[in-house]
């Protein structure tokens, strides 16, 4: 145990943890009942006041917790000799069982993913080209449940791809942009383009159905409106005909009779239709509302068809005349004028009013753009709000035809994401439910607003929601009806209905899991190991196995179990635990890795029940943790990246970060890190912190670089990095470069254009594990080249610098040069130094016999169950021995909670092979759902359609 | 570093071929029914081990032979001095006995005609110090052991000259064939000393024809400078021993005894195949020529059998009961051997040479090759060294000039082995038909003919891609 005397401590930074001057956490959104803990206080920095803030504070916490320890009590600051005690880091106690309970997925989830994933696959496929817009979003959907962002993303750009009208284009793109966070990146402004069809704010007020330019460049980036320039002024009033006048005011306006009778059906039986006027030259327009102004640009406009001169209020102006007097073509001219002037939010905001007012389609569209563009700031905006969230908003939009159910699930989303809890959430889900039409609509929008009641603890309403999401077909919601029922005390009840939910479906993890919630006991702990078994991503069953075992003071079991899943699943909430539970057994130095690493993933993560920012916790336990300076920093991040410990390098990184929070370098570091965690959204955010911190602009054209490369726009990220070498040759840049182009299999000229890139990268200044990436890299296009002597070399010196993933480059080598036993040991080595070394044993695998390769396997799935190869290998083997039941059964497991396209095409195949031409069918079409060009898989698909074609 | 001598190290030792490369890889992952089940099965080793019980029996019953013992007096002193390079003649005179006898007693052999050697190996050698002068060559028929290019050539800087063959005819060696080989070593400017033929064949499994014998005896008439060896160390495995025809049969069948041909002859031969005893190095030397007896017992001085060894083998080969009654077992059990390799070969689709002797059979693997070249030849053999799991010898490393034909052994392993060796080589002929039909289904499809095929795949282990191509890190 590490003891440590407080007053040491107080002496230095933990005063200033306590110190209330100090900048303490914002209390959590929407949290108010709670309050802000560490705010209390008021000015001073004496240890009397620390106290009493400490008091204040605990005593507020104890009130909000369970089980409170009335005896606990804090040893004044002051008092010398007094020994750090988990208490005191410890305001809430120890985590305990009975406030434990999992999140209700606030999206779409099925019982049989697979045959929903067919489904929409065939809907995609066989729907009118109107109708393929609204088919991918229903994808986006069901790909926003499995949580995977980029096949997500994919699916909202074919949505985009395919939108038809106006209205869907801007909220779509809009969306798009707003899944870049490019928000956050300093001196973009919300109608930066980035160069394509698909994002462009102008491209979108375009109509019409047109999938296949939307990758093509857009007009903003081509040269722009030239032509417009290059035609005649318009002819001069000297050589008009002017043949009558109309008369405002004092004033007379000149014009052409027939001119003006051509800009509607009135003028023209004004002016030729018997009546008076017709056979005035003079007609008196004062009572029409309408300036001089105004008609003598109607006048210009009925000769020339142009608006460009003319100020925006003279064109609201005429768009008022051309509405009253049924100007169908002045009135979209102004339309699209006024819709084109529109470029930030105050100017939005004045005209989405004249453009309701008016009813002016574009106009609205693109105030609606600008808004969402302005997403999620614009969503603070109370008159955004007002049109947005009210009802009276939405059937206004609705009559222009610019409430949608796409507008409202974009907009629903971004407010949960903001605060769950908010009224604007529910607001805007309200309009949702109001647009849902298709019943998957019905059930996204039903269900959502469950959960938003269930966390506002408006259990009634929330229980409706969810019984309405039920009957419209969705039964995961049945899980949201239990809870509700839970909640309001009929636990029974709840049983009931997840039992009965259980043994009419296929079970699936979050079956058990919920069902965990109902029972006590063995039944319990049963139903959670079910859970895990079945869906070993689920974070709940672990929490509470760790928790159960720490009220049993069995910390380091507590430790391991969660061990299990962080081990392949970087979960916020059990690394949470994870440092809760070290705290309690005075492993500070742990907690505090583990913090760190929490809040790289989760900067605004609140602690203990959502009751203290993990910010403050860190100031909490840094006294009590090593001191390091930067260089012993680096000297740590070298290590752990050494050893393949990503969130030990991720603390790294963070402490890193506190002493230099402008170092984008680190960032960048930090991005790399969360993408081998698989924190996508995370990862981003880093970059685009990296970005916004480069001090140099070739440095912030590679981070800029990376940012497109991830969200799919590989042209772009390589002219980025081509911009930035000639600004200044650095590694990053030419890495950036070689990385993008190496993406797509090589041919050998493109290859040794890469080798060349990386070797530039190589000759460049950076440290040890940048090279030692870049060797790895190029030894690996080496061995694609067959080179292996060449890629031999580079993993070795990969590997002298202690890149130790170089080992798997350098077995992969032997293999091919037929030294199996070589290649073993090389993995054995990775395996031996790597803290995350689930893939190092799978790849083992492929170099020893079968019977280690199955144990290896074994031990890679029991590290990381979401490895798919393990279990494509196992299902192999059985099949060969005829076991075909069980080698589907092998697969179904894993598909059960990873839907992985490699899984499914070989179920598939084995489908086929079983003669099971229907089950071969439904998986064909699921994968392609998440890879619609997989080649393998469309030739299955066809293969087995077959038969069932000709019948 | 001090430099070797050319000898040393230059590559014409052969060690690097398929045919040993694929004995390392055994050797890195052999086969064991409980220790590595997983492991490669050894069909490249042509061993006897049918009958190891027949002679364990005959060593226990006679134990004075091993113990340095003769009537209970030990010999051992005796033994322990012995280094006559023309050896024990009590094993010598028996060794010729037993000749005659493998022969079916058709022909005698004088002991003094016999020089022996340590194994077959050196027989041949010898022979060729003998025979030829470095550079000099010998013409042999193809396919042959790939050991001869060590063997004859390495020390003695001899050259092979390839006899072609075909598989059109049973790789029968034709006169067309010994002709041209004949002319092309003139034409490489190479003086034919003579021709080397193994029989029964090595890699082949079959015994000589008298057709043949006919063509290579009227050659070495014709041509009055050319020696005839006959390489016959498998004469013992002929299953029936009156389709083997020695070449001295053909000497006294065709009255050439009284000829310059006798002399001419000579016959290499060896215990390691017929008794199963490759670790005794037994082999001899026979000719008729009393300077060639009179030089390779000279040289036999680098490699005599030891003297406890022929002590040994002269009791053995003595007791006429014992050899009488081996011979015949052996053969029954090598053809029963040869006859479930070649009907579980067939039962999965692959043919082999008719055979008639040997360890081996000459499998015929051509249909399994994606190319009629040498590269898919390779590529396939290292799928069943790799993948299936079996050592096996490609035809390239026996010279062979058709691709696809492989040499299976099957005498050194038991009854489950072999069958083990089967499933395994079902396993990849269905894997290879699964995916061939995949192709003929698809063409099917192209064609407008559509017909469902019911696909019986197998072997899903093989078609994961090992490989998925995982996104580079950053």
Request: proline share 4%.
């Amino acid at each position: 145990m590490r003891s440590l005397k407080l007053a040491e401590g107080c002496k230095g930074t933990q005063v200033y943890a306590l110190n209330p001057s100090a900048p303490t956490p914002p209390p959590p959104p929407g949290n108010s009942s709670t309050g802000g803990g560490g705010g209390g206080g008021s000015g001073g920095g004496t240890g009397g006041v620390g106290d009493k803030l400490l008091q204040h504070l605990s005593d507020h916490l104890r009130v909000n917790s369970v089980r409170s320890k009335s005896s606990r009590t804090y040893p004044p600051p002051t008092q010398p000799n007094a020994v750090v005690s988990p208490e005191f880091l410890l305001p809430c106690g120890l985590p305990v069982t009975d406030l434990l309970e999992p999140q209700i997925d606030p999206c779409l989830k099925f019982v049989d993913l697979v045959e929903k994933m067919a489904q929409v696959y065939r809907r995609i496929e066989n729907c009118s080209q109107f109708e393929k817009s609204g088919a991918y979003l229903e994808q986006c959907a069901i790909f926003r449940g499995i949580s995977d962002p980029k096949l997500f993303r994919r699916s909202l750009r074919s949505s985009r791809q395919h939108a038809v009208d106006v209205h869907a284009k801007v909220v779509l793109a809009s969306w798009l942009r707003f899944e870049r966070r490019e928000d956050e990146l300093i001196g973009t402004t919300s109608m930066d383009c980035c160069g394509r069809n698909l994002e462009c704010p102008k491209a979108t007020l375009v109509s019409g159905y047109d999938p296949e330019s939307v990758y093509d460049p857009c007009v903003c980036s081509g040269a722009s409106r030239s032509e417009m320039m290059n035609e005649d002024e318009c002819s001069t009033s000297q050589e008009v005909d002017y043949d009558m006048s109309f008369c405002i005011g004092d004033e007379e306006v000149r014009c052409v009779r027939y001119k003006i009778a051509s800009l509607s059906r009135p003028f023209k039986a004004m002016l030729y239709g018997g009546f008076r006027e017709m056979k005035r030259a003079t007609i008196n327009f004062t009572q029409n509302g309408i300036s001089v102004e105004g008609m003598r640009a109607a006048e210009i406009f009925s000769r020339t068809n142009r608006l460009d001169n003319f100020p925006p209020n003279v064109v609201l102006e005429l768009l008022k005349l051309a509405n009253r007097f049924c100007c169908d073509e002045l009135k979209s001219a102004c339309d699209s004028h006024l819709a084109h002037l529109v470029n930030s939010l105050d100017e939005a905001m004045l005209l989405i009013e004249y453009g309701l007012e008016e009813a002016a389609y574009l106009l609205v569209a693109a105030c609606l753009q600008v808004f969402l563009r302005e997403l999620p700031s614009s969503m603070h905006n109370p008159n955004v709000i007002k049109i947005f969230c009210s009802a009276e908003g939405r059937e206004r939009l609705a009559s222009l035809g610019h409430a949608s159910f796409t507008l409202y699930f974009f907009l629903s989303q971004i407010a949960m994401e903001d605060d769950m809890k908010s009224n604007t959430t529910v607001m805007l889900l309200e309009r949702l439910v109001e647009c849902a039409v298709d019943s998957w609509e019905k059930q996204l929008a039903y269900h959502q607003l469950g959960v938003v009641m269930l966390e506002r603890k408006e259990y009634k309403d929330a229980q409706r929601w969810f019984n309405a999401a039920v009957e419209a077909g969705h039964l995961y919601s049945l899980v949201g009806v239990a809870r509700t029922k839970f909640k309001r005390d009929h636990r029974y009840s709840a049983y009931k209905i997840i039992n009965s939910l259980i043994s009419d479906h296929k079970a699936t993890g979050w079956m058990h899991q919920e069902r965990s919630l109902y029972c006590s006991g063995k039944e319990k702990l049963l139903d959670l190991d079910t859970a895990t078994e079945f869906d070993p991503t689920l974070t709940f069953p672990y929490k509470f196995r760790a928790v159960a075992l720490v009220e049993e003071n069995q910390f380091g079991a507590a430790i391991a179990e969660l061990n299990k899943i962080l081990g392949f699943k970087a979960s916020p909430d059990c690394l949470e635990m994870r440092a809760w539970i070290s705290i309690g057994m005075e492993d500070y130095e742990g907690a505090l890795k583990d913090i760190r690493a929490l809040l790289t993933l989760e900067p605004n993560f609140m602690m203990f029940n959502w009751k203290i920012h993990g910010d403050h916790m860190v100031e909490l336990l840094r006294p009590l943790a090593q001191q390091w300076s930067q260089a012993d920093c680096w000297m740590q991040l070298y290590d752990r990246w050494s050893s393949v410990d990503d969130i030990g390098s991720l603390a790294v990184v963070h402490h890193m970060l506190a002493n230099d929070p402008g170092k984008s370098l680190l960032r960048f570091r930090q991005s790399l890190l969360l993408l081998r965690l698989n924190c996508q959204k995370a990862a981003m955010r880093s970059l685009r912190l990296a970005r916004n911190h480069s001090k140099s602009e070739h440095e912030r054209l590679v981070y800029e670089g990376w940012i497109l490369y991830d969200t799919g726009h590989r042209e772009e990220a390589l002219a980025k990095a081509e911009e930035s070498i000639s600004i200044q040759r650095s590694f990053e840049a030419f890495f950036l470069k070689a990385y993008a182009l190496a993406d797509s299999t090589l041919d050998p000229d493109s290859s040794n254009y890469v080798i060349q890139l990386l070797q530039e990268a190589l000759k460049c200044p950076s440290d040890g594990l940048r090279k030692g990436q870049a060797l790895n890299n190029l030894g690996s296009v080496y061995v694609d080249c067959e080179k292996l002597d060449l890629a031999a070399d580079c993993y070795t010196n990969a590997l002298t610098i202690k890149h130790t993933r170089a080992h798997q480059g350098l077995a992969r080598v032997y293999h091919l040069k037929n030294q199996r036993k070589a290649a073993y040991d090389e993995m054995t080595k990775l395996i031996e130094k790597a803290q995350n070394n689930a893939s190092a044993y799978e790849k083992r695998s492929e170099y020893c016999d079968r019977e280690m390769a199955q144990s290896d396997l074994c031990l890679a799935t029991q590290l990381d169950p979401l490895r798919t190869y393990p279990y494509r290998y196992r299902a192999a083997v059985l099949m060969d021995d005829h076991k075909e039941s069980e080698a589907i059964d092998e697969l179904s497991r894993a598909i059960s909670f990873k839907p992985d396209l490699q899984l499914l095409h070989l179920r598939a195949a084995f489908y086929d092979s079983m003669g099971e031409g229907a089950s071969a069918i439904k998986d064909c079409e699921a994968a392609l759902c998440i890879d619609p060009g997989h080649a393998d898989t469309l030739e299955l698909y066809h293969k087995a359609r077959e038969p069932n074609d000709q019948k | 570093m001090v430099q070797l001598s050319r000898k040393a190290t230059c590559n014409s030792h052969g060690q690097v071929s398929s045919y040993f490369l694929g004995w390392e890889e055994y050797e890195k992952n052999p086969y064991d029914v409980t220790k590595n089940p997983q492991g490669i099965i050894q069909m490249g080793l042509a061993e006897n081990q049918l009958c190891f019980d027949l002679l364990e029996s005959w060593l226990a019953q006679n134990t004075d032979a091993a113990c340095f013992k003769r009537d209970g007096q030990s010999v051992f002193r005796e033994l322990a001095l012995f280094q006559d390079y023309h050896g024990l003649s009590s094993f010598k005179n028996a060794f010729a006995d037993f000749m005659s006898e493998n022969r079916g007693n058709r022909v005698s052999f004088d002991s003094n005609n016999l020089v022996l050697t340590a194994g077959a190996t050196s027989a041949n050698e010898t022979l060729m110090f003998c025979l030829a002068d470095p550079g000099d060559a010998f013409l042999l028929p193809t396919p042959y052991y790939p050991g001869f290019d060590r063997d004859l050539k390495w020390r003695t800087g001899v050259e092979i000259v390839p006899i072609q063959s075909s598989s059109t005819n049973g790789f029968r060696i034709t006169k067309l064939a010994l002709e041209e080989a004949y002319e092309q070593a003139k034409k490489l400017d190479l003086n034919v000393k003579g021709i080397l033929i193994t029989n029964p064949s090595n890699p082949l499994g079959t015994t000589t024809t008298q057709t043949e014998l006919n063509i290579l005896f009227d050659f070495i008439t014709k041509n009055k400078n050319i020696h005839l060896v006959s390489d016959e160390i498998y004469s013992g495995t002929v299953f029936n021993s009156s389709e083997f025809i020695s070449v001295m049969e053909i000497l006294k069948n065709n009255q050439l005894e009284n000829t310059d041909v006798l002399n001419r002859v000579h016959i290499v031969c060896s215990l390691s195949k017929d008794l199963g005893l490759p670790g005794f190095r037994v082999g001899a030397i026979y000719s008729n020529d009393k300077d060639v007896i009179s030089a390779a017992t000279k040289m036999s001085s680098f490699g005599l059998v030891s003297s406890q060894t022929q002590y040994l083998l002269s009791s053995l080969l003595s007791d006429k009961k014992f050899t009488k009654n081996y011979l015949r077992e052996n053969q029954k059990r090598l053809k029963n051997r040869q006859r479930k390799l070649v009907l579980g070969l067939e039962a999965i689709g692959i043919k082999c040479l008719k055979s008639n002797a040997g360890l081996f059979c000459w499998v015929d693997m051509r249909p399994l090759l994606r190319s009629k070249t040498f590269e898919a030849e390779m590529d396939l053999w290292k799928k069943i060294v790799y993948e299936v799991k079996l050592n096996i010898s490609p035809g390239s490393s026996c010279h062979c000039e058709e691709p696809g034909w492989f040499r299976v052994c099957f005498a050194n392993m038991i009854d489950e082995t072999l069958k083990l060796a089967l499933k395994r080589l079902k396993m990849l002929v269905d894997d290879e038909n699964s995916s061939r039909r995949c192709q003929k289904s698809k063409s099917e499809r192209l064609n407008g003919s559509r017909k469902k095929t019911m696909s019986n795949v197998s072997n899903w282990v093989f078609r994961l891609s090992f490989h998925d191509r995982e996104a580079e890190e950053r």
